[in-house]
């Protein structure tokens, strides 16, 4: 079982920039694919962006939501068990609480999260 927390979150005006952590308890975060969901009041829960596990390997692949591509980009740190969100040229649309999910050797592009954060909110207003 994993934990994560979320952090980084805050109020950012249009065109700003932000970056998001998560940091997960226990010692086998590299076999956990990792991603990011959000949550606009009053919408479902929405995928962002995953990365996939990497295991022993320096690699690991990226895939994003559309609504996003080009200007969030996710990356993990397996030496220090947290994986990153770096959100630039935002927009009042991506507003939203942000979620940091775990799934066990999940790739990016079959990613769904089953351990979940706490959630962080993301308030992009001039």
Request: with cysteine; net charge positive; proline share 2%.
């Amino acid at each position: 079982q994993v934990q994560l927390v979320e952090s980084g979150g805050g109020l950012v005006q249009p065109g700003g920039s932000l970056r998001l952590s998560c940091a997960a308890s226990g010692r086998t975060f590299s076999s956990y694919g990792m991603g990011w969901f959000r949550q606009a009041p009053g919408k479902e829960r929405e995928f962002v962006a995953a990365v996939s596990w990497s295991g022993g390997s320096t690699y690991s692949s990226t895939f994003y939501a559309d609504s996003v591509k080009g200007r969030f980009t996710i990356s993990r740190d397996n030496n220090k068990n947290t994986v990153y969100l770096q959100m630039n040229a935002l927009k009042p649309e991506d507003t939203a609480v942000y979620y940091c999910a775990a799934e066990w050797r999940a790739t990016a592009t079959m990613f769904s999260g089953n351990y979940w954060g706490q959630g962080t909110q993301v308030t992009v207003s001039s």
